[in-house]
């Protein structure tokens, strides 16, 4: 958010509560088998990471307000997980020379995709979130993990992550099959397609 930006985005009321919002079944996956893999555009080799592999790569913790396309928004929402950082920079050393990849779709335990340009992913506050405000992630928030992109709606922050696909090019997810805006920027009200 920018200094010219309110705090709360048009179309958006404030809400103390943590609405949760899923489309289909909530996947239910223990730490002892959770797996997160890295593939796609410009990868030597895939990468495969088990729950303590991963969350050894480093700890970040932010504070950051989230807005839901439905509307609703929750400000102050503590996070607490692996950084963007530490992982990109282990997908780097995997990546092939000039075949930097344009953008990548995450995937999610129970088939959730949901797609994001390089510099969105690559924002230095995003993180693999296993905590929200001091507690562990529960499962119908996303745990044990889920993604947390901050300054787009929050169907950005795919809840049951399970791996990161690299694409050549911007691609759509699920939501953005059905509708949704490519991006989806809360200043911007990204909302539909249409609007692209």
Not at 101 to 114: E, I, N, W
Request: net charge negative; aromatic share 14%.
């Amino acid at each position: 958010m920018s200094d010219s930006q309110p705090r709360l985005p048009n179309g958006q009321f404030l809400t103390e509560r943590f609405p949760v919002l899923t489309y289909g079944q909530t996947p239910t996956v223990d730490t002892a088998d959770w797996q997160f893999e890295v593939w796609g555009h410009g990868m030597s080799d895939k990468i495969t990471w088990d729950w303590d592999d991963f969350n050894a790569l480093g700890s970040h913790e932010t504070v950051r307000d989230m807005h839901c396309v439905t509307t609703w928004s929750r400000y102050d929402n503590k996070w607490q997980g692996v950084p963007i950082e530490s992982v990109w920079s282990a997908i780097e050393a995997n990546l092939e020379d000039d075949l930097k990849p344009g953008a990548v779709m995450l995937h999610c335990y129970g088939g959730y995709t949901t797609n994001l340009l390089l510099d969105d992913f690559l924002n230095p506050d995003n993180l693999f979130a296993s905590h929200h405000d001091g507690q562990p992630l529960t499962i119908p928030h996303g745990g044990p993990m889920r993604f947390v992109c901050h300054h787009l709606y929050a169907w950005k922050s795919a809840k049951w992550i399970s791996g990161i696909e690299l694409l050549e090019q911007d691609d759509r997810g699920f939501w953005e099959r059905h509708g949704y805006h490519l991006r989806g920027d809360p200043w911007g009200e990204e909302r539909f397609s249409y609007q692209e």
